[in-house]
């Protein structure tokens, strides 16, 4: 086991053990990630659903299937990201997760960020936007734009739910995702 491994195994043994909301009361799972631990880019949600909850595994409901989609359109590889969310736990009927659940567990993302050191985030959402790039986030009118802050570059895109929501969003999204693989390209390209 690298050290890598052994820093995200330590950080997902103790958000098993979280008690710092009352989310981990309804929680089937925590959902702490899955994909390269290496990976130059890191896809941030906002939180779990029913289908996450019960896998616990990130993005494996429609919204996933249709995430996986547009990574595979662009040639982005499941060796080429990670994905987490800020909440590692369910909250009931899929509601948007409160600022102080937020607070409880970013702490855990922050710490999954430092142990993978992605060059390249993404936030998946506004949700995400708001709390990683900046809290007058507009998704509608910023997706695709990119933001760097510290050693990071961070761009969002629309929510895959809300694209099957919103079909009419498919083409914009699309062109954020190239643009995300271009991104991955060039900073491979210097390394």
């Not at 595979?72 to 080429?80: F, H, I, M, R, Y």
């Amino acid at each position: 086991m690298t050290d890598k491994e052994k820093i995200l195994d330590g950080i997902k043994s103790r958000c098993l053990n979280c008690t710092a909301c009352p989310l981990c009361e309804t929680r089937t799972n925590v959902v702490f990630g899955r994909g390269n631990i290496d990976a130059d880019i890191l896809f941030i949600g906002e939180a779990p659903g029913e289908k996450e909850d019960l896998s616990g595994e990130p993005f494996v409901g429609a919204a996933g299937k249709l995430l996986d989609k547009f990574l595979v359109a662009v040639g982005l590889s499941e060796n080429d990201y990670y994905i987490a969310n800020i909440i590692k736990c369910r909250p009931p009927k899929n509601r948007d997760p409160k600022p102080e659940e937020e607070d409880a567990c970013i702490g855990f993302l922050k710490e999954q960020l430092m142990a993978i050191k992605p060059k390249i985030i993404v936030c998946l959402g506004r949700i995400s936007a708001k709390r990683i790039i900046k809290e007058d986030f507009k998704i509608t009118e910023e997706h695709g734009k990119w933001f760097k802050k510290g050693n990071f570059l961070i761009t969002a895109v629309f929510h895959p739910a809300a694209i099957l929501r919103d079909p009419r969003r498919k083409q914009a999204e699309l062109e954020d995702f190239e643009k995300i693989a271009e991104m991955k390209n060039k900073i491979s390209d210097i390394i």
